[in-house]
């Protein structure tokens, strides 16, 4: 148990990044860099379950995402409680709490996430959200 509790710097930074990217792009007018740095954060056999349980693939994602900039004007996007729940040579699965912030509402997000560890970096592999109430 205690080996998943240690969560690795690269994986809290990448976990981070991505989310303020993420903020960035549906909160505010971010430029087209943006919206590019968070695709080449994504493998391209990654797949997403969504909250409401929709399967994605990474071409479903950006293709709503490329869309969505600015949909959600001001939005933040906190994380915390990030575990690494399991570390391989070159895989590692993690969870963490997402926190969203738009307009005076707040809801939050448990999310299990599969990051593949490859020579550019960090890719996303896979991604599920879970939808916690209150």
Known sequence: MARARLVTTDVTAEVERVHRLLAKWLGSDGEPAVLEALRAAHADDFT???????????????GA??????????LGIEVDEVTVA??????????????????????????????????QGIRWRHLHETAVAG
Not at 53 to 58: E, H, I, S
Not at 65 to 74: E, T, W
């Open 86 to 119: 399991a570390d391989a040579a070159d895989l590692v699965v993690v969870h963490f709490r997402e926190i969203h912030q738009h307009e005076g509402r707040t809801t939050r997000r448990r999310t299990t996430a599969v990051l593949r560890r490859t020579s």
């Open 48 to 62: 997403m379950i969504t909250t409401d349980g929709q399967q994605l693939t990474v071409d479903d994602l950006f």
């Open 65 to 74: 995402l490329s869309g969505a900039r600015n949909a959600a004007p001001g």
